[in-house]
Structures are given as C-alpha cells and as structure tokens.
C-alpha cells in the first residue's frame, strides 16, 4: 500500500501564490510519477502536473509557465509552486503517486485551493 500526506492548500488573492506538498510513504519502491490532477465543481479531473522518479516534468496546459513541480526523492515528497494564481485554478488538488511498473495509482485525499477575485 501506499499512502499520501498532501498539505498546503487554502485561500489567496488573484495573483498570489501557494506551495503545495505531498509526502508519500508505505510501498514505494521502484520507478514512479508523483503529481498532482485538480477538479472544480461540475468538471472532469485534470492533470495539473507530474514529475518521474528521475526528473522529468509534464504540465496541463492552464499552467504551464505559472506552476513548477519538483521533488526530493530522499524525501519521497513532491512540491507544487503555484504562482499567479487565478480564480479559476480554484479547485480540489489531489496528488498522484503512480507506480511506473504497472501503472497502478494511488490517490492522496485532496486538499482544497480557492483563489478569490
């Protein structure tokens, strides 16, 4: 099993920014992707940003050049800066631990962003 510590989220202005982290733990051993997927009321879950075992990064469009993932595999914790933030990043943050192995994921308990205008 794996389990997945998230925290960081809350509430900041338009144009703020927020440093979200998770930290996983249990059977995590072998290749990985670490993230982060993000859904708002009344939408599908989307991907927000991701980050391999050995570095390499893939973000959603909608953040591409305002967020930046990172990780310390020592640590086994993933980062999210999210910087000029806006309203519509407003949403649930769920991180991401998949094994690369056999694609299974695991899923942390989200932690809430609301950006107000």
């Known amino acids: 099993q794996v389990q997945l510590v998230e925290s960081g989220g809350g509430l900041v202005q338009a144009g703020g920014s927020l440093r979200l982290s998770c930290a996983a733990s249990?059977?995590?051993?072998?290749?990985?992707?670490m993230g982060w997927y993000r859904q708002a009321p009344g939408k599908q879950r989307e991907l927000v940003a991701t980050i391999t075992s050995a570095g390499s990064t893939n973000y959603g469009g909608s953040v591409k050049d305002r967020f930046t993932i990172s990780r310390d595999n020592a640590k086994n914790t993933a980062y999210l800066q999210m910087n000029s933030l806006k309203p519509e990043d407003t949403a649930v943050y769920y991180c991401l631990w998949r094994r690369i192995f056999n694609g299974s994921n695991h899923w942390g308990q989200g932690t809430q962003v609301t950006v107000s205008s």
């Open positions: 249990g059977s995590i051993f072998g290749g990985n992707v």
